[in-house]
Every structure is written in C-alpha cells, then in structure tokens.
C-alpha cells in the first residue's frame, strides 16, 4: 500500500464519565420539642400506624391526642426531643411517658423512639436514645422501660440492648394487627 492509501487513524470517542454527586452528609441538630414541631411528630407517628406493626395503634393519632402527650412530658419535667435538619424538617423524635399512672411509679417511664421513614439506617435512632437517656437521668428518672414489638423490630431492640438495656420479658400475642397475632418485648435500663 502507498502511503497516500492510508487512512488517518481514527480518534476514538470521548468518553464521558458520569458526574458522582457526592452525598451530603446526613445532619441534624437534637433539641427539646415545641408546640409547633407536633404536626411534623404526628405525622411521623401517623406513618408508622397505617404502615407497620411496630405501634399497636390501628387509627391514626389526632393532633389534639399529641397534643395532650405532650403538655404531660412537659409538666412532668419529662424529655421529648426532636431531631430537626439543617432546612428545619423534622427528622425523628423521642420522649418518655410515666410508665403507669399510680404515684408508686413515678420514677419509671417509658420510652418512645420515631423516625421519619427518610432517616431511618444513618444512626439517627442511636443519637436520639443516647440523648433521652442524658435528658432523663437529669430529670430524676430511675429506670426506662423500652415495650417493642416482636415481629419487625430487630433493629430496635438490639439498639436498645447497645445502650444496656435487659430484657426482662417477651408478652406473646398480645396485639392483634394486619391481621395477625403479635407480641412485644420489654426491656429496660437503670439509669444510676
């Protein structure tokens, strides 16, 4: 072949490689909780009602029955926390209740841990128990009682286990809810 036969060399193509978006970092600010946070709570509860059995509720929660929730954690001087984003979404909440409603018990609570389906998997869950547990110490709490339910729940019961929590009992078929029988596990802390 002559030279003048050839033809010149092909460039190969350009490759373009995709963009990797970096991912933001997962952030929020942990503080107590207000009146005007309730609705973002509420709905988070709500969440959990119609699509999951780790609530024994089966009808979701009105805002004026969070409502009372929470002015009794506030006149109790008991924790209710909210875990709120950068852009102010509420991201997750936790609060104690009395565990029963005689005097005896008034230095026992229970606790209760929500997240907002987005938030779930990035320790967020962990940073609100961990804070709860701060917060009621503080508040002259002596012991936390964690009530979960059996069927669903791993995650949560081997946080609260992390945090030293014991299980003191499993109550079997004690729920009945999407149409089957459920039972809870309890667990609880001393907080010396």
């Known amino acids: ?37 309730l609705p973002a709570v509420r709905e988070i509860y709500n969440h959990y009602v119609m699509n999951s059995t780790v609530t024994f509720d089966e009808k979701a929660m009105t805002l004026a ?19 709120e984003s950068p852009r102010g979404q509420i991201l997750g909440y936790a609060y104690v209740t009395p565990w029963k409603e005689k005097a005896a018990y008034r230095f026992t609570v229970e606790n209760s841990i929500y997240l907002g389906p987005a938030a779930t998997g990035k320790g967020l869950g962990k940073a609100l128990l961990e804070e709860l547990i701060v917060r009621s110490k503080a508040a002259g709490i002596k012991e936390i009682i964690a009530v979960i339910a059996d069927k669903g729940a791993d995650a949560s019961i081997q946080m609260h286990k992390n945090f030293g929590f ?27």
Do not use: C, N
């Not at 933001?24 to 009146?35: C, D, G, L, M």
């Not at 029955?65 to 875990?83: C, D, H, N, W, Y």
């Not at 003191?168 to 010396?192: E, N, P």
């Open 1 to 37: 072949m002559l030279e003048e036969e050839y033809q010149p060399r092909r460039k190969p193509p350009v490759v373009v490689k995709p963009v990797i978006e970096q991912e933001q970092a997962f952030e929020y600010t942990i503080r107590p909780a207000t009146a005007g946070d």
């Open 65 to 83: 029955s969070m409502r009372k929730k929470f002015a009794t954690t506030e006149r109790l001087g008991q924790p209710f926390i909210v875990a």
């Open 166 to 192: 014991k299980q003191i009992g499993h109550m079997g078929k004690v729920g009945f809810k999407f149409g089957r029988w459920l039972g809870t596990v309890l667990l609880q802390k001393s907080l010396k």
